[in-house]
């Protein structure tokens, strides 16, 4: 009888042999056919749990197929480990950033390795430390040096009490998430990255990404945003002028006001000689910060007192409005209202009194006055337009252009949605921006042999702000060109930087710089690059970005850095929360809120779930992704330790087709581990039966189209389709009688399912007397031959109605074939007394017996 696998002894043991023999480590100087696989590498926040096991499989399997077809795998691993939820820990639990990301490194590492991805750990790196991000300093002086790299005031969410500014979702509802404080905006030095330098580049290169999924295609298009619009300004009542840029200049006469920004010039010189403009401009401050924001806000506008010309009708004035829904960071900060077409508009107009005109129509509707609260924005003829009238909205755009550029008042132009990469960060845990300031020279560079500027560990968050300001040891200096007493800039890069080229550096890494050119270009692009959709605009725009920005400056001839992307379903589980009662930031209003619980704080009992520590009543809410913040999460080490790695990796493979999420549950991971015994039962068994006994054509011919099969299901990264195969040839093989096909079938099934459940694989391998490893065996080769039917399944039907099917010989003659089915005891009884009028066959598919 065959023995039970031993899941942990196996695990240890095969993953002690990998690491000790580097049995995953790249070769720079390899001849054979390269491959970089990669999946997006983890922020170190404490624990891994399974929607991170489930990525990484799946670039694991990929990774271990594609070593077994002949190709060298660059398949690395590291940290994103600078940014925030580190200095948060600083402040709530009292330990040091540094010394809490590196311990949690270690700890997620450790869970790594016990589920036995194939990782090249010698090219692991860490954002957090020197050795990564004192290259990065010297890749931004590099862009520095090319133009690319500038630094202007620019509007930021400031939080008055904790001293520091906000990311746009640490606002919440126009308070800061941990202070609760009024936010402010203000306007701070910050540095850019010139992106918008590369939009058109950036938006014509995503027709180039075959193997990216098209929603991800269209995101980034959308976020870059190319508009073809017209630019003019309106003459004021006071003879100065506001520009706008608009993308619907057909709709110019249905306008009811001009609206510029809080902080837009006009609205500025307004507010000096104005209180109440001032007092507006100062509650605009403290309300939205995103666009997604400001379109659901209530609408609120001042009234300058001004005046605007209308451009196709000088009698025509109008009014002009601060209003808290332009932004100056869009546009030109100023816009002209179309109520009746723009949702946001027509909030505004009906809130002001305002006039709203009909002027795009989608059937004969005439009358100007526009009834209803809702905008009409689809699309239409133009009326109550004067000379535009009749014209669809395409041609009317034209033609207000081409009058506009003949009039002179105005000029058609191309503008992008994007904007120039915001990479300041007023916070202490990140990559130290490398520049002094002096009061005689400026803005200086920091010297190249002074780099890295590293970042002290010796701080405190004692006091609210960035601790880099206070630290005078650290940010006092001498200036590199005139010797004078300088500051070095205490911002530090957005954690985005970090991840726009961490896979240069994983290609590559030579101790005197950021890469070597030669080296890199050999494994890059990434040919699969696997993560999250929620990263598909940012992270993956500023990555195509920076190997561009890196092109135009010599020193890469790479633009798109990953040739291939898949965005992996989340795994999600159950929510479980109860609620409880907290006092708002007032200190008077009581809020009721959701205590989130994990799946370990909560028992089922009596037909009812309960929390455990309090014996509280708890909610079951929604199947979600698997969060933190809703403790949702299932950690993989208890389920490791009692089913194995194999089984928890077939689990994340088998279930659900990759792309979709997966629902973790109990049931289906107790039904991996039972696959897991079947192999065993298998391979343990496979002497048994004798070599010598008659082949059966028919599990060769099921090896082998398996053996194929799988091949493209994992090329294809549908690896629930090669798990499904393998179940089928699993079957096949148990029923089969003893053969010396069947011990074939079983010795190649070994190195088939390597590449997803590779410890039994390898323990299977080395019981049997082979040599080595089978992490370093090939991938089983095909009879072509084998992969030919030689059998078709044929229906046979009565009056075009499904009676049985027969398995008949492929290619069998036509009267063979409607002789087979008249003599059928099924097609007999339907035709009972009956005598056919007409006998249908179809070759290798059907007889229709007509009667």
Same mark, same amino acid.
């Given at each position: 009888m065959a023995s039970r696998f031993n899941a942990l002894k196996a695990d240890a043991s095969w993953q002690k042999v990998?690491?000790?023999?580097?049995?995953?480590?790249?070769?720079?100087?390899?001849?054979?056919?390269?491959?970089?696989?990669?999946?997006? $590498?983890?922020?170190?926040?404490?624990r891994i749990h399974m929607g991170h096991v489930r990525n990484y499989t799946m670039g694991d399997v990929l990774a271990r197929y594609r070593r077994m077809i002949g190709h060298e795998v660059l398949h690395p691993m590291g940290w994103d480990a600078f940014g925030m939820p580190a200095e948060n820990a600083a402040m709530e639990k009292g330990v040091h950033p540094g010394a809490w990301t590196r311990a949690n490194i270690e700890t997620m590492k450790a869970q790594l390795k016990r589920l036995g991805f194939a990782l090249d750990w010698t090219r692991e790196l860490a954002t957090c430390e020197p050795d990564y991000y004192g290259h990065e300093q010297a890749l931004f002086l590099d862009?520095?040096?090319?133009?690319?790299?500038?630094?202007?005031?620019?509007?930021?969410?400031?939080d008055p009490v904790d001293m520091t500014v906000l990311a746009n979702e640490q606002v919440i509802d126009g308070r800061g998430w941990r202070s609760g404080a009024l936010v402010e905006r203000r306007k701070l030095s910050q540095w850019f990255l010139k992106i918008t330098d590369f939009a058109d580049d950036l938006l014509n290169g995503l027709g180039a990404l075959e193997h990216w999924p098209d929603k991800v295609k269209l995101m980034q298009e959308n976020w870059i945003g190319r508009s073809q619009g017209l630019t003019f300004s309106f003459k004021l009542s006071d003879g100065d002028k506001v520009d706008v840029f608009t993308t619907r200049p057909d709709t110019m006469f249905g306008s009811a006001f001009v609206a510029v920004a809080?902080?837009?010039?006009?609205?500025?010189?307004?507010?000096?000689?104005?209180?109440?403009?001032?007092?507006?401009?100062?509650?605009?401050?403290?309300?939205?910060?995103?666009?997604?924001?400001?379109?659901?806000?209530?609408?609120?506008?001042?009234?300058?007192?001004?005046?605007a010309t209308h451009p196709l009708d000088p009698a025509w004035q109008l009014p002009v409005y601060?209003?808290? $829904?332009?932004?100056?960071?869009?546009?030109?900060?100023?816009? $002209?209202?179309?109520?009746?077409?723009?949702?946001?508009?027509?909030?505004?107009?009906?809130?002001?009194?305002?006039?709203?005109?009909?002027?795009?129509?989608?059937?004969?509707?005439?009358?100007?006055?526009?009834?209803?609260?809702?905008?009409?924005?689809?699309?239409?003829?133009?009326?109550?337009? &004067?000379?535009?009238?009749?014209?669809?909205?395409?041609?009317?755009?034209?033609?207000?252009?081409?009058?506009a550029e003949g009039e002179g008042w105005g000029t058609g132009s191309t503008v992008f949605r994007l904007r120039d990469w915001g990479v300041s960060r007023q916070r202490y845990w990140g990559t130290p921006i490398p520049i002094i300031h002096c009061d005689t020279c400026g803005v200086v560079p920091v010297p190249r042999d002074q780099l890295p500027v590293v970042l002290p560990e010796d701080v405190s968050f004692d006091v609210p702000g960035n601790p880099l300001d206070r630290h005078t040891a650290w940010n006092t200096v001498d200036c590199p060109s005139c010797g004078a007493t300088a500051r070095r800039e205490t911002d530090t890069l957005d954690t985005f930087v970090n991840s726009s080229w961490y896979f240069i550096r994983f290609a590559s890494q030579p101790e005197g710089k950021p890469f070597d050119r030669a080296?890199?270009?050999?494994?890059?692009?990434?040919?699969?690059?696997?993560?999250g959709v929620e990263h598909a605009i940012l992270h993956l725009l500023y990555a195509r970005f920076w190997t561009r920005a890196l092109k135009h400056i010599g020193q890469l001839d790479v633009a798109e850095p $990953?040739?291939?992307?898949?965005?992996?379903?989340?795994?999600?589980?159950?929510?479980?929360?109860r609620t409880i009662e907290t006092l708002g930031t007032d200190g008077v209003d009581v809020i009721h809120k959701p205590l989130w619980l994990g799946p370990d704080d909560i028992e089922r009992r009596d037909g009812g779930v309960f929390e455990i520590a309090t014996g509280e009543a708890v909610t079951i809410g929604r199947v979600e992704k698997m969060s933190k913040s809703k403790k949702n999460t299932v950690d993989p080490e208890p389920i490791v330790d009692q089913y194995g790695a194999d089984a928890v990796r077939w689990f994340m493979l088998s279930d659900s087709p990759p792309e979709r999420d997966l629902p973790w549950s109990e049931s289906g991971i107790e039904g991996s581990w039972r696959f897991v015994q079947r192999l065993w039962r298998l391979?343990?068994?496979?002497?048994?039966?004798?070599?010598?006994?008659?082949?059966?054509?028919?599990?060769?011919?099921?090896?082998?189209?398996?053996?194929?099969?799988?091949?493209?299901?994992?090329?294809?990264?549908?690896?629930?389709k090669a798990v499904a195969k393998l179940y089928a040839l699993v079957n096949e093989i148990?029923?089969?009688?003893?053969?010396?096909?069947?011990?074939?079938?079983?010795?190649?099934?070994?190195?088939?399912?390597?590449?997803?459940?590779? &410890?039994?694989?390898?323990?299977?391998?080395?019981?049997?007397?082979?040599?080595?490893?089978?992490?370093?065996?090939?991938?089983?080769?095909?009879?072509?031959?084998?992969?030919?039917?030689?059998e078709v399944t044929i229906a046979l039907q009565v009056n075009g109605k499904l009676r049985d099917t027969v398995t008949m010989a492929k290619g069998t003659a036509k009267d063979v074939m409607e002789a087979l089915a008249l003599a059928n005891p099924n097609v007999q009884r339907s035709i009972g007394d009956a005598t056919p009028k007409k006998i249908i066959v179809v070759p290798d598919r059907l007889v229709n017996v007509v009667a």
């Open positions: 990998w690491d000790e023999s580097r049995t995953f480590a790249a070769r720079d100087d390899s001849p054979k056919p390269r491959s970089y696989v990669l999946e997006m $590498f983890p922020y170190p926040s404490g862009l520095f040096k090319a133009g690319l790299v500038y630094r202007k005031e620019s509007a930021v969410n400031w809080a902080d837009h010039p006009i609205a500025r010189a307004l507010a000096d000689r104005n209180p109440d403009a001032a007092a507006f401009i100062e509650l605009c401050k403290r309300g939205g910060t995103t666009a997604a924001e400001l379109e659901t806000q209530e609408k609120l506008g001042f009234d300058t007192g001004l005046t601060i209003a808290n $829904f332009v932004l100056m960071e869009y546009g030109t900060g100023a816009v $002209f209202g179309v109520p009746a077409h723009d949702q946001r508009d027509l909030d505004f107009a009906r809130k002001y009194g305002l006039p709203v005109k009909r002027v795009v129509s989608e059937g004969e509707i005439e009358d100007p006055v526009f009834v209803g609260n809702e905008a009409y924005g689809g699309p239409g003829v133009l009326v109550n337009s &004067h000379f535009l009238d009749g014209m669809d909205i395409e041609d009317a755009k034209r033609t207000v252009i081409s009058r080296v890199a270009e050999q494994w890059l692009p990434v040919g699969q690059y696997i993560g $990953f040739a291939g992307l898949f965005t992996q379903g989340m795994v999600t589980h159950e929510t479980y929360s391979f343990d068994g496979a002497t048994e039966g004798g070599e010598g006994a008659s082949k059966d054509a028919a599990l060769d011919r099921k090896l082998h189209q398996t053996i194929a099969g799988i091949a493209v299901d994992i090329d294809a990264l549908s690896f629930n148990e029923r089969a009688a003893p053969s010396a096909s069947r011990s074939a079938a079983i010795a190649t099934l070994m190195r088939l399912v390597a590449p997803m459940a590779p &410890h039994i694989a390898e323990e299977a391998w080395a019981a049997a007397g082979n040599d080595g490893l089978i992490a370093d065996a090939p991938w089983p080769e095909v009879d072509p031959a084998l992969l030919v039917e030689d």
